[in-house]
């Protein structure tokens, strides 16, 4: 079966501008979540999807980070504008559904350098 | 606070020699346990789970962990490791009933033959 996908896998830009991410997840995967994976540390959850509703964005910046999953397959996630310490690989997984036993399978990843 | 402490940032071990990774947890309630492996190029695999039932878990290759719940403590075992086991390895938990993570920091692991 056919992983998650994301782009762009990399990613560079000046402090201020704004960019986005596009994630999309295993065909079937009600669950899809958002990672940002700063080096040298684990991947922090941002947001959580349930088919295109928010169940978890508590970590996530909303002044300057936004995401959406319509028609809950694809998601984007936006940040706007983008600081020297979002400087990171965003990480996009998605699992079956949202309860336990599932697992959640991750993509590539999209790495971003802020100048 | 939640939050998972993986002990070893950086392993370094010849073939053959024997693994393991510590990883310690604070969460609140019953929890399922994870490993996963990140190979140099490649995006997060799941190595192995626990659920609940026998606490010692066998995942692929090779690998296995014992989840202690008195020491809050999933630690991940290989007898004897192989150069292609060289990756990043992240030990992550998270609450009974969602599929919701918290990662460790990683632990870098380097074989040479």
């Known amino acids: 079966e056919a992983g998650v996908a994301q782009s762009p896998r990399y990613k560079i830009i000046e402090k201020r501008q704004s960019v986005a991410f596009w994630c999309n997840p295993i065909?079937?995967?009600?669950?899809l979540y958002w990672y940002q994976q700063i080096l040298g540390q684990g991947p922090k959850l941002l947001i959580q999807?349930?088919?295109?509703?928010?169940?978890?964005d508590s970590q996530l910046p909303k002044d300057r980070f936004s995401a959406e999953r319509l028609k809950g397959v694809d998601s984007t996630l936006k940040i706007q504008p983008a600081k020297l310490e979002d400087s990171a690989v965003y990480l996009c997984?998605?699992?079956?559904?949202?309860?336990?036993?599932?697992?959640?399978?991750f993509g590539p990843g999209t790495r971003l350098t802020v100048l | 606070a939640q939050s998972v402490s993986q002990h070893n940032h950086h392993v370094i071990l010849s073939e053959a020699a024997s693994l393991e990774l510590g990883c310690n947890y604070s969460?609140?309630?019953?929890?399922?346990l994870f490993w996963y492996v990140q190979y140099p190029g490649q995006h997060l695999q799941l190595l192995l789970k626990?659920?609940?039932?026998?606490?010692l878990v066998k995942g692929i290759k090779g690998f296995e962990a014992e989840f202690i719940k008195s020491k809050f403590s999933f630690n991940l075992r290989k007898p004897s490791v192989q150069w292609s086991d060289t990756a990043e390895y992240f030990c992550?938990?998270?609450?009974?009933?969602?599929?919701?993570?918290?990662f460790g920091t990683g632990t870098r692991l380097q074989v040479f033959p």
């Open positions: 969460y609140g309630g019953t929890v399922n």
């Open positions: 626990y659920f609940s039932g026998d606490p």
């Open positions: 992550a938990v998270g609450s009974y009933n969602t599929d919701k993570l918290i």
């Open positions: 999807f349930q088919n295109n509703g928010v169940v978890d």
């Open positions: 997984a998605s699992s079956l559904d949202n309860r336990r036993g599932q697992g959640q399978f």
């Open positions: 065909s079937g995967h009600a669950t």
